[in-house]
């Protein structure tokens, strides 16, 4: 169905971050690639992911979106309900439009109930949807939108590129898209807040400006990701194991710490 293009540049590019050692994932070359994609599109941030999904769901998360419904089209790839799902979030199908096939506006205003959290329009195939209008109404009934720009990178409406005009958008870079990293996608937003949270939801909620293993010291918990909080861990200061009667000592809850071992991946 497709042919990735690639020639020895792309060649050059991998082996140059491979010899670098470090920083594969979340090194200079990435953080040049957010800053490229945040200027490209017009947004003051992006936050790449290792996909599409999984940057819709980070979005849905550094939202704070809880429990709720949240309005997606009928005519989509799964991951874009699967994002919801997986983050505890019900999807409700809306019918699209003929013209670009993306969420018919008057489908989406029916379906709006006091449970709806959020839009999020899919600008299918490289054409843009009803997305101004899509913006009323969301903006009408005080919900989110969250733009699925996964497969339209680039695309526009007279001179505004898709992904600025909701609150955030995603984008994908999988093998089929407009341009491709062979997997993955970014979240790009305007919004400092959820530009912070989208990162620690990439990190399991460790700031990135600190040594890895001293940021729970600053943060007991993180109100998303998934961060271990080893406030209480039965150790000494020396890094030995404390005895069964220290630790007894030491320990709250009447000497379990089974309790003290918190894993959040809550969202508040």
């Known amino acids: 169905m497709f042919k990735i293009y690639w020639d020895e540049d792309d060649v050059h590019a991998v082996n140059e971050v491979i010899r670098s050692g470090m920083y594969w994932t979340t090194g200079p070359k990435s953080k040049e690639f957010e800053r490229m994609i945040a200027e490209y599109v017009g947004r003051k941030y992006a936050v790449v992911f290792n996909s599409g999904t999984s940057a819709l769901q980070a979005a849905v998360l550094a939202h704070r979106i809880k429990a709720g419904e949240v309005i997606v089209p009928s005519f989509t790839f799964i991951a874009t309900s699967n994002a919801l799902l997986m ?42 949807c009803m997305i101004r209008e899509l913006r009323d109404v ?42 491709t990293t062979g997997e993955g996608g970014a979240v790009v937003t305007d919004s400092q807040d959820v530009y912070e949270r989208l990162k620690l939801v990439r990190s399991h909620g460790r700031l990135e400006n600190m040594d890895y293993f001293s940021t729970w010291k600053e943060m007991d918990y993180v109100t998303l990701g998934y961060h271990g909080s080893f406030g209480h861990f039965p150790v000494k200061e020396n890094g030995q194991a404390c005895s069964d009667e220290e630790k007894k000592s030491r320990a709250p809850n009447g000497g379990s710490w089974k309790s003290e071992r918190r894993y959040s991946s809550s969202v508040s």
């Open 87 to 128: 983050a505890g979030i019900k999807p409700v199908f809306a019918d699209i439009e003929e013209k670009t096939f993306g969420l018919d506006p008057r489908s989406v205003e029916a379906a709006i109930t006091k449970k709806t959290k959020a839009i999020i329009p899919v600008h299918y195939g490289g054409s843009p």
């Open 138 to 179: 969301a903006e009408d009934h005080k919900v989110l939108l969250i733009e699925d720009a996964a497969e339209s990178f680039g695309a526009k409406i007279g001179k505004e590129k898709v992904g600025n005009f909701g609150d955030s958008a995603m984008i994908s870079f999988c093998q089929n898209k407009v341009i």
